[in-house]
């Protein structure tokens, strides 16, 4: 079984500051990593996504994340936000029967 | 790639009525699933229908509560029963195609 802890509710951030929403996972097989955005109002859709290979995954909208098999933890970062980047975040974690197990979710909030 | 559409977009039902959900996907896919997004909460799953078999259930959803039908390779239902106020939930239907789990855009359901 897998399941995911998204460590931070709410980030408030100022426009064009970085940001960082933290994930760890728990999982006793391989693990697919996602995360995944959804506007207000809106549906989901993928920011990024590790199946294996290099550890750093860079998406869309300028986020990256970084794999960490040791710490089991699948933090997601973008360097500069922007107003439009306000939205809610989830971290999902899926196995080989292609489940997704998601975070609660994180609620980021841009500043001007 | 899979573009996933669902109807109806949104409905309000009355208490102990039933809603039959209806996911399109534009290729074929192996694995489907049906997630519930509860008011404020992130995504459950509820199970994942099989296409020539009976839907595998997660904990805490029954049969009898939410049918499943999955027919063919590109389309499934999954009907809300007897509904109450708790079953007020975003439902979205989701497919795993070339290493990515797309979502349709959810059905938002309102029970009175």
């Known amino acids: 079984a897998q399941s995911v802890t998204q460590l931070d509710s709410q980030v408030p951030v100022f426009e064009e500051a970085p940001v960082e929403l933290r994930c760890n996972y728990s999982?006793?097989?391989?693990?697919?990593l996602f995360w995944y955005v959804q506007y207000p109002n809106q549906g989901l859709q993928l920011l990024l996504k590790y199946l294996s290979g290099s550890t750093l995954v860079k998406g869309i909208n300028g986020f990256e994340a970084e794999f960490n098999k040791s710490q089991t933890s699948f933090h997601l970062r973008k360097p500069s936000v922007h107003i439009s980047d306000t939205a809610e975040y989830f971290c999902a974690v899926g196995g080989n029967d292609y489940k997704l197990s998601f975070g609660a979710g994180t609620t980021v909030t841009v500043r001007a | 790639s899979a573009v996933i559409s669902q109807k109806p977009s949104r409905d309000i039902c009355q208490r102990g009525t039933s809603l039959t959900i209806q996911c399109q996907v534009d290729?074929?896919?192996?694995?489907m699933f049906w997630y519930r997004q509860q008011p404020g909460q992130s995504l459950t799953l509820i199970a994942t229908?099989?296409?020539?078999?009976?839907?595998?259930?997660e904990s805490g959803f029954v049969i009898d509560k939410f049918p499943i039908s999955r027919p063919n390779l590109t389309f499934s239902t999954l009907t809300v029963s007897n509904m109450s106020p708790e079953d007020s939930s975003i439902y979205l239907c989701?497919?795993?195609?070339?290493?990515?789990?797309?979502f349709g855009p959810g059905t938002r359901l309102t029970v009175t």
């Open positions: 290729s074929q896919v192996t694995m």
């Open positions: 999982s006793s097989v391989s693990v697919y």
């Open positions: 989701s497919a795993w195609a070339g290493g990515e789990q797309y």
């Open positions: 229908a099989n296409q020539g078999s009976e839907a595998t259930y």
